[in-house]
């Protein structure tokens, strides 16, 4: 039998102590098995351990979702990594997909829009992959994007290098410099290259 000694409630936040052990409890788990104070048979603690286990993973999805935009891949990463069970992360993460707060789709398209200015495709691909985003969903976003020229883009992002530092690209060094921060940027060698040579004159 378990003893559930104390049951403590502060704002959106619950705990028990539980044969002297503090236990953290969901209250959405709480209140669909109307917790109380008082013994419960192993059984039905065992059950109700399941049920607020599923109910703490689902509250912190949902509230990291809240605050920021996340993939699906990036999601079952981090709550496993705050010890939820690959079991509650599947069932809480799949909950948000069906609901709609979590698309891989939004967020490749999302990512693309907020940093393509500054950023080669090359580069927009490699992240979004990182970050778990399947090939597929990578190439119909870059494909569906309205990028523009690459070319344009990555010359505007040299002119302000070069205009923000009040540097001109007098020395092979210079040269070299802004060369490697395009391409780190993720644009492609050649059209970098060319960039520095329409900048240089």
Known sequence: MKNFETIVKRGSKCYAVVNGERMKISLEAAAKVRLKEGEMDDDSFADFCKLNDFCLCKKYLFDMISRRSWTEAGAKSYLLSKGYSHENVD???????????????????????????????????????????????????????????????????????????????????????????????????????????????
Do not use: C
């Not at 891989?104 to 500054?118: C, F, L």
């Not at 302000?160 to 391409?183: G, N």
């Open 91 to 201: 069932k809480a993460v799949n909950m948000a997909l069906e609901y709609g707060y979590l698309s891989d789709e939004q967020y490749a398209e999302n990512y693309v829009s907020d940093r393509y200015k500054a950023t080669g495709e090359h580069r927009l691909r490699r992240e979004l992959k990182q970050r778990g985003v399947s090939d597929v969903i990578v190439a119909k976003t870059l494909e569906k994007a309205d990028l523009g020229d690459e070319y344009e883009r990555a010359l505007a992002l040299a002119v302000k290098r070069t205009e923000d530092r009040d540097k001109k690209l007098r020395t092979p060094k210079a040269k070299e410099r802004v060369l490697r921060y395009l391409i780190w940027r993720g644009f492609e060698y050649e059209t970098a290259r060319r960039v520095i040579e329409d900048i240089s004159e």
